[in-house]
């Protein structure tokens, strides 16, 4: 099956600061999404990005299916930024999940 | 937020006995799934469904079943509930209608 690849692993940022995620995937891909997991477990759908750029507040995130990658961006991060951002793209039916990126954001 | 719950949201279950876990969504999507959470593992795909009485295996479905006779339920069964099926256990939905996949709130799970 299409493997999907996060990094960085963890990441801890200082509040304000900015920071990219990335994700790798092994193979053509319908589509693909970002989420976000809060500190209460609910996974939150931040955004649907086969392909080009998309920017929502101080979050965008940019797919390049040409080549296999998508960055999220963050800026000007905030506490409440905190949680697990997973990558997860569509092959078929089938959504695939990245094993995830650990943000903690410091104040 | 889509319509999606999840019922029972917390379990405990013996080992060796049967749990039943439901998705009811009120969207009409097409699309639901199945996945558990685990430390270090992310969330993998235990059973997918893309119709009703149509379901497919995902990565992890040894000792799990599904069905899902009608669009707005889809039933995640363990026959004989093991150790190794404590998890947290998501639902999602997606159609090709509406762009992204949802998910609904987990269900904890503890087998002892």
């Known amino acids: 099956g299409i493997q999907v690849e996060q990094s960085p692993p963890d990441l801890i940022l200082q509040e304000g600061a900015n920071s990219t995620l990335r994700c790798n995937f092994s193979d053509s891909v319908n589509n693909l999404q970002w989420f976000h997991q809060n500190p209460w477990g609910q996974l939150i759908n931040l955004f649907y990005?086969?392909?080009g750029t998309k920017q929502n507040g101080r979050l965008s995130a940019t797919t390049v299916a040409t080549e296999r990658y998508s960055l999220l961006y963050i800026s000007s991060s905030q506490t409440t930024d905190s949680g697990v951002y997973f990558c997860?793209?569509?092959?078929?039916?089938?959504?695939?999940f990245g094993a995830g990126t650990t943000v903690t954001v410091r104040a | 937020d889509a319509g999606i719950t999840q019922s029972p949201r917390h379990k405990v279950t013996e080992t060796g006995t049967p749990v039943t876990l439901r998705c009811h969504q009120t969207?009409?999507?097409?699309?639901m799934y199945w996945y558990r959470q685990d430390p270090g593992h992310g969330l993998r795909l235990i059973h997918y469904s893309y119709g009703v009485k149509d379901t497919d295996k995902g990565e992890v479905s040894d000792g799990y079943s599904v069905s899902r006779s009608k669009t707005e339920d889809f039933l995640l069964t363990l026959e004989s509930a093991t150790s190794s099926q404590t998890s947290v256990y998501f639902c999602?939905?997606?159609?090709?209608?509406?762009?992204?996949?949802?998910f609904g709130q987990g269900t904890r799970l503890t087998v002892v």
């Open positions: 969207e009409n999507h097409r699309y």
């Open positions: 999602a939905i997606s159609d090709r209608q509406a762009p992204g996949a949802f």
């Open positions: 997860a793209v569509v092959v078929d039916y089938k959504l695939s």
């Open positions: 990005i086969p392909s």
